[in-house]
Nanobody, 122 residues
């Protein structure tokens, strides 16, 4: 069983930055991709971006492209989400997820963290 634990959320002013971390309990060869999703109040859970663990190839949603970077530290089994120039509309619970096959929708991911709140004030 793979466990994911997010950290790093909080309250930040618009224009500020945050770095979220996702610690993976154990690295397995079955994990193909790691992703960050977010879910705002009353909204559906949407993909922010993902990274293929072996190749570090990334994909970012258009809504955040140019403002975020996803990276991994293989030695620490940790995935990071660096967010810059944050906007109030970025306010959401951010979830880390892992998938054996990859994909762009929540249903493609088998393992989930508990989520961390990010609040951006105007």
């Amino acid at each position: 069983q793979v466990q994911l634990v997010e950290s790093g959320g909080g309250l930040v002013q618009a224009g500020g930055s945050l770095r979220l971390s996702c610690a993976v309990s154990r690295r397995t060869s079955s994990i193909y991709a790691m992703a960050w999703f977010r879910q705002g109040p009353g909204k559906e859970r949407l993909l922010v971006g993902r990274i293929r663990w072996s190749s570090s190839i990334t994909y970012y949603a258009d809504s955040v492209k140019g403002r975020i970077t996803i990276s991994t530290d293989n030695a620490k089994n940790t995935v990071y989400l660096q967010m810059n120039n944050l906007k109030p509309e970025d306010t959401a619970v951010y979830y880390c997820a892992a998938s054996k096959f990859g994909g762009y929708d929540p249903g493609s991911y088998e393992y989930w963290g508990q989520g961390t709140q990010v609040t951006v004030s105007s």
